[in-house]
């Protein structure tokens, strides 16, 4: 009889622990273990490359036994990639970040995520997490314009994006791409809506160098490539501002693209043990204090202290993102674009 | 006993004519499987019934026009360009008393070995038009401020690209030339120069008609290579926001792939180059009447230049400087800073090796998985490619013909088509091979076949049949005749054909861009990866890194080469 008890008993919490996605929400070692086992985890982000590789390190250090393959791409290429793996029954990814926050709402609808809250992200205020638990903000940045301070003085610096049309930035300017970007086509989301597209018209006609990656304008115009920077990372120009480059950021007078970018972990992870071990890590106060002092990121969670060094945001006109609204003019917004700008 | 058994039983059947079969099948498989899909594609529509609206779109659309236009004529003025540096050099080399020629022949060699995206990538540091070291010297010498006065060059624009791709592909026009004057008897030219002609009356009214047909060969060589590039336009006109048809195809196969358009897209480019290799074989199959008789150019007397030995040099420190010394300098240089574009003093930094080699976690699967590549194919390809041309230069069995016109047609499948027709073959099943490394592979053997049917040929064509005649005589089979005979006198041409399908594996860009996943990288791609984030330091490591191992690979080859010389 007792015996029966316990067999019912553990039928049911086997039962249980199926129905609610079978593995841990924290980090037990029973969970590093199986992780260990499975020996490697695959992250595919659209964070600089840099970062992405300080992040790994970290990882490495805390979990030698799992092997982390970091696989960067601009989110928009990140979407394709897996999309393209996806439709061929490739399954190579376990864990996704994408500055693109439509793509997570997409994945969901697919039911292509998996359902899982890191500890530190049940603190973190509502409207940067999925109510049901599918993904989080994992780091936040803006979509800013720049210059090069030995090229522009103070004074003659543009300060806002009508500034840009003025024919004495021809030549000057430097972009990134939407097609490739998730933070560009966040920006160019919340631009467009704010300032029409008769001003992306106007600007293709002065001469714009047309980059990728919104981590490349900030570089760009480090080098002293070009002048000005039309979109580019925050996160990249702190980056070249610790590092002594002579550039300034400009946050434009209609308001500066707040883009958020959130991870989150495949349904059909092949290491989902590793996977939910990388995905904790990623949203502990540790780790993202990292993201914000030698990332120059900015980070949602509540114990994470901004360097004194920036401009705190709420000092900054935001334009926040709207990935709902965004999501259905994508494919539109990318055939524009790449009208007036090319590929 | 032992042995005289083995050669009975092995005398029971002759395998050749099967295995000739097989190897027809297996080339017709590689080949032709998927042009037929990429035929089959670009007629169909999305509900997979005929049509041709992706033609009439590829005739209509502004947005491919325009691409196919700046291909072609950008492949034009490549050519010209080759022409005008190349064929002087050719001449200066093949006829005069230039100073230095083996150190010239030995640096166009190196151009020509030098990936043509590394190339594209260094002239982006150099031709920058505000941060590029030159226009930097340039401004910095006149007194001059960048974005005050128009730079110097400007290396992100059409004539840019087709500066860089000329400098990458005048060394075929070189070689032809070269080739030509070479077999041209130089008693011609000395009759002209005793009946009192000036040398440079000579040379236009003698010699250049007669390397006419080389020249024009060289041209067209040099158009075709230009038109299939890939990574010098994606490097070098993309940010200018021109596209050439190579970008236009890899932007229709960003998620969702517009497979149809892609394949329309594809086949003019195919169209093009069949039309313009048999243009070429006409013209080249006509050269034979200028060679009868008389020993070879270089026997010949050079001619002193004199004075004029100056403008001689400059043009190959220009062209040399500008395709060999610049960029593999910049790339040295960049390698060593931390901010490419500042001054040497307090920048000098190991950051970007330790950062290629030790925290970037692509380094060693994109090392592996190009090595593993590199080797299979060319293992795989060599052994191809020796048993098809031993099959079809000894025209024992049926199907030589085919086999010889199979191995050597991929030669007309620029590399971004091939790609798109692989993609297609074996995205579906029988065989779903994207997303592993066999789709690059037989990328790879496929797109390389013609370069090894070649240079096993002109190894097979030295060793006289006889040979293999004794060991049938003496009871071995045709197979056992070419393993334990022929391939041991051929063992030079073997390895050189290996080495070369080699490094045109490992720097392969064109058709890897379309069929790689994150799995599968290349060093090629990751390169590609990094240049979207312009992080030119990681990328200069990479180059140094793929130039070593092309020169240690040369340098194999060289010491094969002089010892069958011994």
Known sequence: ?343 | MNRASTGARERSFDWTAPFSAAMVLLLAALVLLPLFWLALTSVQDDAKTFSLAHYRQLVVDPAFVRPLWTTLWTSAAVGLACVIAAAPMAWLVSRTDLPGKRWWRTLILASFVTPPFLGAFAWVLLGGPNAGLINQVYYALFGLKPFDAPPLVNIFSAWGMVFVMALYTFPYLFTFAANALDAIPSELEEASAILGAPAWRTALHVTVPLVLPALLAGFIVAFLQSMTLFGTPAILALPAGIDTMTTKIWSLFQFPPQLGLAAAASLPLLFITVALLRAQSAIMGRRGYSVIGGKSGSAGKPIRLGGWKVPALALFVFVLGCSVALPYGVLVRTAFVRNWSAELAGNLSLEHWRFVFFEFSQTRLALQNTFVLGVSAATAGTLLVTLVGYLSLRKLVWGHRYLAFLATAPVAIPGIVLAVGLFLSYTRPPLVLYGTLSIIFLAYVTKELPVGYQQIASSLRAVHPELEDASRILGATRLRALFDITTPLIRNGVIATWIFIFIGSIRELSATILLFTARTKTISVTMFDLRESNDWGPIAVLSITMLVITFVMIAIIHRFTDARLK
């Open chain 1, 1 to 343: 009889m007792g015996l029966v008890r316990v067999a019912a008993l553990s039928a049911a919490l086997f039962a249980c622990v199926v129905a609610t996605g079978a593995i841990a929400q924290e980090t037990t070692p029973a969970l590093v273990a199986a992780a260990a086992k499975e020996g490697k985890v695959v992250w595919y982000t659209a964070v600089d490359v840099k970062v992405a590789e300080v992040v790994a390190r970290a990882f490495r250090a805390e979990y030698p036994n799992v092997a982390l393959e970091v696989e960067r791409a601009g989110s928009e290429r990140v979407f394709q990639r897996i999309s393209q793996e996806f439709q061929s029954g490739i399954k190579n990814v376990d864990v996704v970040n994408s500055s693109d926050a439509s793509h997570f709402l997409l994945w969901k609808q697919q039911k292509l995520l998996a359902m899982h809250t890191p500890p530190d992200v049940q603190r973190f205020p509502a409207q940067y997490k999925d109510s049901e638990g599918y993904y989080a903000v994992w780091r936040a940045s803006l979509s800013v314009m720049g210059y090069n301070t030995k090229l522009v003085t103070p004074q003659e610096a543009p300060t806002g994006y009508l500034d840009l049309l003025d024919p004495k930035w021809k030549g000057k300017l430097v972009k990134s791409h939407p097609g490739y970007s998730g933070t560009s086509l966040t920006g160019t989301f919340a631009i467009t809506k704010l300032l029409g597209w008769e001003y992306l018209e106007k600007l293709s006609t002065q001469g714009v160098q047309q980059l990728q990656s919104t981590t490349a304008p900030p570089k760009s115009i480090a080098s002293g490539e070009r002048a000005v920077m039309v979109d580019g990372n925050e996160y990249n120009m702190f980056i070249e501002i610790d590092a002594k480059s002579p550039v300034k950021i400009i946050y434009a007078k209609e308001g500066t693209p707040f883009v958020t970018s959130p991870t989150a972990i495949f349904a059909d992870a092949p290491h989902p043990n590793a996977a939910r071990v990388l995905q904790n890590f990623l949203y502990t106060a540790k780790i993202q204090q990292l993201l914000v002092n030698e990332g120059g990121l900015r980070s949602v969670h509540p114990d994470v202290k901004e360097p004194a060094d920036r401009t705190p945001l709420k000092d900054i006109k935001l334009l926040p993102d709207d990935p709902v609204a965004m999501l259905p003019q994508i494919a539109e917004i990318k055939k524009r674009y790449t009208a007036l700008f090319g590929n």
